[in-house]
């Protein structure tokens, strides 16, 4: 079971990036697949979550109308697409798994984890 962000990069304040999340030795199928990140001296926070078997997405508040998450099943492919983005959202992001299928947006529902790409965000 391996999961493995890209995407990540350099841009300004304003600017948009999309990452993307691949799993491989395992598909997302119906489980809940979250967006987490981790700015340095700060917890890790869960920004986005998405259950397909619920049709239900979370988003955390710092990133609401902001950032989207969606997936491609036929490419077992998660994306986080990001706008309008500001110096605050500077942190390494973190793709994850959870083998409940309506799972919390919470650190602690999650099973599987990238090793997560770094976002930084210049003014």
């Known amino acids: 079971v391996q999961l493995v962000e890209s995407g990540g990069g350099l841009v300004q304040a304003g600017g948009s990036l999309r990452l993307s999340c691949t799993a491989s030795?395992?598909?997302?199928?119906?489980?809940?697949v979250g967006w987490f990140r981790q700015a340095p001296g700060k917890e890790r926070e869960g920004i986005a979550c998405?259950?397909?078997?619920?049709?239900?997405?979370f988003y955390g508040d710092s990133v609401k109308g902001r950032f989207a998450i969606n997936s491609d099943k036929t490419q077992n492919t998660v994306y986080l697409q990001m706008n309008s983005l500001k110096p605050e959202d500077t942190a390494v992001y973190y793709c994850?798994?959870?083998?409940?299928?309506?799972?919390?947006?919470?650190?602690?529902?999650?099973?599987?984890w990238g090793l997560g790409t770094q976002v930084t965000v210049s003014s």
């Open positions: 994850a798994v959870s083998g409940d299928i309506a799972a919390l947006c919470r650190e602690f529902d999650f099973d599987y």
């Open positions: 030795g395992f598909t997302f199928g119906d489980r809940t």
């Open positions: 998405y259950s397909r078997a619920i049709a239900s997405r």
